[in-house]
């Protein structure tokens, strides 16, 4: 067995080899340095007579394993929760029917086991719930109303599930489920004055591919107004650099849109793509620079706005070039309406949207 695994290492390491090989990014010091290690660690593993994948750290199994080289390593896999079929059947309703990110996933699906295991201690059937068994189960998180009003939202969407879809409650218990009144008036959004652009953009720097791509991504941000989760999910694809359009078809809320984008963001990603990106079939434009170069994540993208707001010295977030780009708009005349298509707002009267007018936005 043994002498197997030794045989699918050395298979391994010849594949990565070859594949650095290809890469003509890479300095030969580099690679000749790569091929020595791995020898050496191979040599290792056979004077121990130890299994290969006992030999890697956590990073390199867990990507080896999504290759399919080997089994997933130790502590690495979770074993989710089980829930009553019902439970499983909303998260996959929920998922086809609205656009719906992993980490919202993993949320409902909490909320879900924590209200199924109150259920069950209780021994409250579904079938007989009550509002008041609800509003007892709420009250037991002991969180902030920002978090308590998500919470209620997802349960809110469960219940009408259970109403509307499955008829297992007699009655549609999602209206009864309100928080306490909020008085305060909604804040209206932030954005950048005109001298803070111009500080913001004379603070940018292009010698690092690091620099390079934030460059990229800002100029989406601002010039475009995008999410970060849009930034994120952005591939080839969607680009179409002859005509200079980008295509957004997973926007939220469900609204496609195609977008013009101004030369000068065009310029700024295929600065990117020609000098920084790493050589990756990866389809998506953004990509970490560890290999195996995976593409950004919202939260990267959200990660390195505020580094770069903050080495520009502004007490501000990512978010802030988004509602610049909404206030340029509005300073060009553009109605309310064409602010709602190009932001991807779904609702005319959604309180983001209405915040979007000349008086609010003033400072």
């Not at 709420?138 to 009003?149: G, S, V, W």
């Not at 809110?156 to 008085?183: M, N």
């Not at 509602?323 to 991807?344: D, P, V």
């Amino acid at each position: 067995m043994i002498d197997q695994e030794i045989q699918t290492l050395r298979q391994n390491i010849g594949d990565f080899i070859d594949w650095m090989n290809s890469i003509s990014s890479t300095d030969s010091k580099i690679r000749q340095r790569y091929v020595l290690v791995l020898d050496s660690f191979l040599n290792f593993i056979r004077s121990k007579k130890t299994a290969h994948k006992e030999g890697f750290t956590l990073n390199v199994a867990t990507y080896l394993n999504s290759q399919e080289s080997i089994d997933p390593p130790k502590g690495t896999t979770k074993h989710p929760i089980p829930l009553p079929e019902v439970y499983d059947q909303y998260l996959l309703y929920h998922q086809q029917s609205l656009q719906m990110s992993d980490n919202t996933r993993r949320q409902i699906r909490y909320l879900l086991v924590r209200f199924h295991e109150y259920l069950e201690r209780f021994q409250i059937e579904l079938s007989s719930l009550k509002i008041e068994h609800i509003d007892a189960f709420m009250a037991e998180f002991k969180i902030k109303q920002t978090a308590l009003r998500i919470y209620r939202s997802h349960l809110r969407g469960f219940l009408k599930y259970l109403y509307h879809e499955q008829g297992i409650i007699k009655k549609d218990l999602a209206p009864l489920l309100v928080g306490p009144r909020q008085f305060a008036k909604q804040k209206p959004p932030k954005f950048l004055r005109p001298e803070e652009v111009q500080k913001f953009f004379s603070s940018l720097g292009l010698s690092t591919p690091v620099e390079i791509r934030t460059y990229a991504i800002v100029h989406l941000a601002y010039f475009l107004g995008l999410r970060p989760v849009e930034i994120s999910r952005i591939t080839f694809d969607d680009l179409l650099f002859s005509k200079g359009d980008l295509s957004l078809p997973k926007r939220k809320a469900d609204n496609p849109i195609t977008l013009p984008v101004p030369e000068n963001v065009l310029k700024a990603i295929a600065a990117y793509v020609l000098k920084a990106r790493p050589k990756s079939p990866d389809r998506h434009l953004f990509l970490s620079f560890h290999f195996p170069y995976r593409p950004m994540s919202p939260g990267n993208v959200v990660g390195y706005l505020f580094r770069i707001m903050k080495k520009a010295g502004l007490a501000a977030s990512g978010y802030w070039l988004r509602h610049t780009y909404a206030q340029n708009l509005l300073q060009m005349g553009r109605s309310i309406f064409e602010i709602k298509e190009m932001l991807g707002h779904d609702n005319i009267n959604s309180p983001r949207c209405h915040n979007y007018s000349p008086a609010k936005f003033e400072r």
